[in-house]
């Protein structure tokens, strides 16, 4: 079975190969072990990491004191925000949920970096940029587009951060409950529930071990009116 990772920019990636290996001198790598939390909402920041392997959920509290996903970080990618240079306070909590090689870099010595190596503080800049621009997206779409539209604007999200076409069809390469969707979108698993048996009688997607299979991903962009809008910014 054919099979081809759908590509998108990382953070990483963007620098050159010697930046790469000047960035990495400057962190300090670590292990961190599933369920260990990087930063909790409302902390003010001292470190960005870099996901080398594993991955990080960045989830805010609501009102009502449940959990909200907002972002699923992986490797190459980048976890911190814009107020490590703002002495603001952080706006989420960072879980590693797989076992994750890390790259810990403090903010004094990224801010020295920065004034010597310009294409490294532009690719942050980017980044900060993407980061930003995506999140709002998020929450515009569950806003305007009520909670089926935020549902099929997550599984786009998905399939554009962990995509994997076989033969025509988008298998998202992170397994996911009914739960864990639901907590991306703020609603319930049964509510959940229902929009995927809907979205599976269409024939639009299906399940195979464990991992969604979107066979019409049109059928969700049309839905949403989606636009031109760089991949990177419709990502999870």
Not at 78 to 94: D, H, K, P, R, Y
Not at 139 to 151: E, N, P, Q
Request: charged residues 25%.
């Amino acid at each position: 079975m054919e099979k081809k990772q759908l590509q998108m920019k990382r953070f990483f990636n963007e620098l050159s190969e010697e930046n790469q290996k000047l960035l990495l001198t400057y962190g300090l790598e670590i292990k961190v072990k599933s369920g260990a939390f990087l930063f909790y909402e409302g902390d003010f920041p001292e470190h960005v990491y870099l996901v080398r392997t594993g991955r990080v959920r960045l989830s805010k509290m609501t009102a009502e004191g449940k959990e909200f996903s907002v972002h699923l970080k992986q490797k190459d990618e980048l976890v911190g925000e814009v107020g490590l240079f703002n002495e603001m306070s952080i706006s989420v909590t960072a879980e590693v949920i797989e076992e994750a090689t890390l790259v810990r870099f403090d903010r004094h010595t990224l801010e020295a970096l920065f004034r010597e190596h310009g294409e490294i503080a532009v690719a942050f800049m980017k980044w900060f940029a993407r980061h930003t621009q995506s999140t709002q997206a998020k929450f515009r779409d569950l806003i305007l587009c009520g909670k089926t539209g935020a549902f099929y604007s997550t599984l786009i999200r998905f399939s554009n951060s962990y995509g994997v076409e076989q033969n025509g069809s988008i298998l998202i390469n992170v397994q996911l409950t009914n739960q864990d969707i639901a907590n991306y979108i703020g609603t319930s698993r049964e509510s959940i529930n229902r929009m995927l048996n809907e979205l599976k009688k269409s024939k639009v997607l299906t399940m195979k071990d464990g991992y969604i299979v979107i066979h019409n991903i049109q059928f969700l962009k049309d839905y949403l009116h989606c636009g031109d809008c760089p991949v990177e910014i419709c990502t999870i």
